[in-house]
Nanobody, 123 residues
Framework: QVQLVESGGGLVHAGGSLRLSCAASGRTFSSYAIAWFRQAPRKGREFVAG????????YYADSVKGRFTISRDNAKNTVYLQMNSLKPEDTAVYYC????????????????WGQGTQVTVSS
């Protein structure tokens, strides 16, 4: 399995941007699909975006499509989530997760998770 560590969260005004990073350890990182999820207070964990192992296929939740971009650099064992035009409703703890097969929108399909990074968007 890989170990995942998120970074890049913080406080930003509405309309601003942040870039999250998901750094992985483990030689087999490039074979994993990686997804970003988020969890707001008193809500369930929500799929945000995902990328297959090669980066050739990416998937987005409708709520972030056109504003967020997921990418990966397998040479650096890192997946990024570029978040633009942020809204207060994007406020949540953001997690990255790894799956050996493909991208799933169901968080129950992932056994490998990072510890999360807080994103707060003020209005």
């Amino acid at each position: 399995q890989v170990q995942l560590v998120e970074s890049g969260g913080g406080l930003v005004h509405a309309g601003g941007s942040l870039r999250l990073s998901c750094a992985a350890s483990g030689r087999t990182f490039s074979s994993y699909a990686i997804a970003w999820f988020r969890q707001a207070p008193r809500k369930g964990r929500e799929f945000v975006a995902g990328t297959t192992w090669s980066g050739s296929n990416t998937y987005y939740a409708d709520s972030v499509k056109g504003r967020f971009t997921i990418s990966r650099d397998n040479a650096k064992n890192t997946v990024y989530l570029q978040m633009n035009s942020l809204k207060p409703e994007d406020t949540a703890v953001y997690y990255c997760a790894a799956n050996e097969i493909t991208v799933y929108r169901d968080s129950n399909e992932y056994r490998c998770w990072g510890q999360g990074t807080q994103v707060t968007v003020s209005s």
